[in-house]
């Protein structure tokens, strides 16, 4: 891993605090450890805690694959049709946080990811963009360990850029919400540029928050169009800072090279328009830009980009802008 440590003023509509990453040698130690069996797999404010911390803490979070343990390295493609969707996304948490109101923002930092010795990625009937055209099961399963690239075919390699594919908190409601589609609150927006290095900013609809995460990726494209990436269980050293007096609408990251805001919609001109206005308040407030300004600079040099599509009803687009371009002296 290159040395790599800076200190990002977050300034997220008006409200500025100052979150640290290292990626060098010297990584946290983590104040607590949270396993891969300390889990749920729902949204809702009535998910009780296994943990509270305090803002500043450092966990350690172990994740199960997608299907919770239905599946392995020896399964076929005959075990697809077997699996049940109803523990679908075991998510480790929820984690409060002292002190998080609704209103307030929660700073996830992505410290270290390390990849499960396995993983598995699957053509599910029924499900993906093209499902109605890719009618049969199939599955392929792969070792992991030591690797930092898949050999997925004959002079085809894949890189593996770890993330988690659901990362968020609980909505304001009773009701236990599917972890299938991304929300306000985050959730499974499968974005495979938050890895590790990312701060990820998610709005706070509940006291404490509630943050859980799973449905880790080892490699995954822009969109996941067959419906599924490469998912394994996995390892994560977060760092949760609490934002007082900040607000966003929907999810917001970045690391050394952009800045990103997203937006989730049942169509990708919906979730496009959001992103775009997201980028263009979070210019005006923090840029000192006129609407007029912050609008042509994203169509100067923003990048709108699909995240995923296949997680029904909603879809995510991101908005991302390099730091070249907005942190330029």
Known sequence: MKKL????????????????????????????????????????????????????????????????????????????????????????????????KPGDVIAVTLHKIEIGDWGWTAILPGFGFLADEYTEPYLRTWKLTGKNTLKFANNIAIPLK????????????????STIPPRANGGNMDDPKMVEGTIVYLPVFVDGALFSMGDAHAAQGLGEVCGTAIEAPMKFLVEINLIKGSSIQEPQYENEDVYAVTAFATTIDEAAKKATRYM??????????????????????????????????????????????????
Not at 33 to 51: C, Y
Not at 71 to 85: C, E
Not at 285 to 312: F, H, P, Q, T
Request: with cysteine; aromatic share 6%; hydrophobic share 40%.
């Open 5 to 100: 440590k800076w200190i990002l003023l977050v300034s997220i509509v008006g409200c500025t605090a100052s979150v640290e990453y290292s990626a060098d040698s010297q990584l946290p130690e983590a104040d607590y450890k949270l396993t891969s069996d300390q889990t749920h797999n729902k949204f809702s404010r009535t998910i009780e805690p296994i943990l509270t911390i305090n803002s500043g803490d450092v966990v350690e979070i172990s994740t199960e694959e997608a299907t919770d343990g239905q599946l392995s390295i020896n399964s076929d493609t005959s075990d697809l049709m077997n699996l049940s969707f109803d523990p679908i996304h075991p998510l480790t948490g929820p984690i409060y946080i002292n002190e998080a």
């Open 162 to 177: 770890p993330f988690a594919g659901v990362l968020g908190v609980a909505p304001n409601t009773d009701s236990l919400l």
């Open 280 to 329: 263009i308040e979070h210019l005006t407030k923090n840029y000192g830009l006129s609407r007029n300004d912050a609008y042509m600079l994203c169509s100067l040099a923003g990048d709108l980009k699909i995240a995923e599509v296949v997680d029904v009803p909603h879809m995510l687009v991101t908005m991302s802008i390099d730091k070249n371009v907005i942190a330029n002296d």
